[in-house]
């Protein structure tokens, strides 16, 4: 069993919620993911192989993966609410396009360390930060001066 699949089980149990072959379902297909998933996209995804699945039980489901810690929800400002899975000791960021939505993930240690020297300075403990760029990506930028 994966990680992220015994966490979530235990989980559910500190929660005392069912473990429920819908869940399970929803888990294993998460967990198979490599991209920013909107609720919507996940579940027209699911539906092709599980119709009995609702749209209201991806969206509960996905909200309890954040809330566990296996998935990130992001808002990247498109009035969708998007989720990744988190795998242990990686981070990352993102480059967010809003010409065409596209999003880009990037991972810059000396960025990571100026956070750390921002928060000594300040006494503060990080315990958790995402940084997200907004702008236009290299295709949308060509299309624009076109
Ligand atoms: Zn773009
Ligand atoms: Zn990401």
């Known amino acids: 069993m994966k990680k992220q699949e015994e966490l979530f089980l235990e989980f559910l149990a500190r929660k005392r919620l069912k473990n429920t072959s819908q869940r399970m379902i929803i888990l294993k297909a998460f967990l198979r993911q490599n991209s920013h998933l909107s609720t919507e996209d996940?579940?027209?995804?699911?539906?092709?192989k599980h119709p009995g699945i609702g749209y209201a039980t991806v969206h509960r489901t996905?909200?309890?993966?954040?809330?566990c810690g296996i998935a990130a929800e992001h808002n990247f400002g498109d009035g969708q609410m998007r989720f990744e899975v988190c795998h242990d000791n990686?981070?990352?960021?993102?480059?967010?396009?809003?010409?065409?939505?596209r999003i880009i993930e990037f991972e810059n240690q000396q960025i990571e360390q100026l956070q750390l020297d921002v928060a000594r300075t300040h006494k503060f403990f990080i315990k958790s930060h995402r940084l997200?760029?907004?702008?236009?990506?290299?295709?949308?930028v060509a299309t624009e001066q076109q």
């Open 90 to 101: 990686e981070h990352h960021d993102h480059l967010v396009c809003t010409g065409c939505g």
């Open 132 to 140: 997200e760029l907004y702008g236009l990506c290299s295709d949308c």
């Open 62 to 67: 996905l909200k309890l993966f954040a809330e």
């Open 42 to 48: 996940f579940y027209l995804q699911l539906r092709k």
